[in-house]
């Protein structure tokens, strides 16, 4: 994408949250629910397309462009960079690499229009981060499939029309017995049981989703038999860009908030900011915001060069995670007893911030990837 056209994207996303989302985000948060008439009209805007193929509906994007729009929309509520995210990365991005032109037409694109919504249910309450490791698991019955077990912490339970999901045939098999399948939300033996009052990404209606002897097609297989754990993994590194992407746009709007609240609160007769403490931990929120961000244009821009980005995609969700943590923290001590009060944002901010040091694999798991990498025990392409 041309410059030009990549600025004018992203000033038109940041409008529209400036404009649509920014009046309503409190209030849902506290609701947790997105209103759909706001999917409706980010649809209409074709917000939803990304980097997703334009013949299935998409827009096509480079990833640098990509992770400059979900930042910014993140600026102002990153719940709508994950749906934003959604048909490039989790959900749609095993779809793009590995679905029948059938499966393409039919769920990725719908997806990239934003006329339907999916979820990716990858985790489980025992294996976490181990995809190799679940114990959901199938079954073959003549031409069909029959699936059992259980996935938790999935997301979009609410507006999902769909699930993309895992099983394995075989546990000792491990990666080599796992199948993705898609399985329709009005599929006889699906259940879904949302959690209600997180501690943070309150809108998005996540929670576990149970299969009782749920019977699936061929047409529903994504991939290849066993070949799961490669449709799995096809869209972790862009997830983890998307993660990187929201974290430094929640951070950016934790420093903003906290750069126009010193400069109007007094004590000791002088606004906060003109004190040395104060000014210690702009400072450090700045430099933090600054690198997190060129770790996810550098990861951006490895992608669009072909390359996985898998050590990239790791430093930046990292980074950007803990930054953002850091960043809501010394904004809401900027703030004082104000952050407390739900008349400001950063209460918001500070609670969601913790949360992305988790998704996408929680940092410590990223800590050890990449220093697997950087010793040679794993490759870094």
Known sequence: MQAADAAALVELVG????????????????????????????????FFGGAVDPAYGGLGLDYVT????????????HVMGVLMSMPTSLVGGGIAAFGTPEQKEKYLRPLAEGTAFGA??????????????????????????VLNGA???????????????????DR????????????????????LAPYKDKLGFRPLSTGDVILQDVVLGPENVLGMEGEGFRVAMSAVERGRLSVASRAVGLSQAAMDDA????????????????????????????????????????????MDEGGRARQSTSMAKMY????????????????????????????RLYR???????????????????????????TKS
């Open 172 to 191: 000792s098999l491990k990666h080599r017995g796992v199948t993705g399948f898609i399985i329709p939300r009005d599929t006889p033996g699906l259940s």
């Open 66 to 77: 990509y992770a400059r729009v979900i930042e910014e929309v993140s600026k102002t509520c």
């Open 320 to 347: 950007a995670s803990d930054v953002a943590q850091r960043t809501t923290t010394d904004s809401m001590q900027i703030h004082g007893a104000a952050g407390v009060s739900p008349e400001y944002r950063i209460g």
């Open 15 to 46: 409008d529209f949250a400036r404009r649509e989302i920014a009046p309503r985000v409190a209030d849902y948060d506290r609701a947790e629910s997105i209103p759909r008439d706001l999917l409706d009209k980010m649809a209409g805007l074709g």
């Open 120 to 145: 990716a249910g990858v985790t489980e309450p025992r294996s976490g981060s181990d995809v190799a490791g679940m114990e959901t698991s199938y079954e073959k019955r003549g031409s069909e499939f």
């Open 352 to 378: 969601d911030a913790k949360v992305f040091q988790i998704v996408e694999g929680s940092n410590d798991l990223h800590r050890a990837l990449i220093a697997e990498m950087e010793l040679g025990i794993r």
């Open 259 to 302: 750069v126009s609240f010193a400069k109007i609160r007094e004590a000791f007769g002088n606004t906060i900011s003109n004190f040395q403490i104060v000014q210690s931990k702009i400072t450090d929120m700045a430099v933090g915001i600054r690198t997190a961000r060129l770790l996810v244009q550098d990861a951006a821009r490895e």
């Open 151 to 169: 996935k938790a912490w999935i997301s979009n339970l609410d507006i999902a029309d769909f699930i993309v999901t895992f099983a394995t045939v």
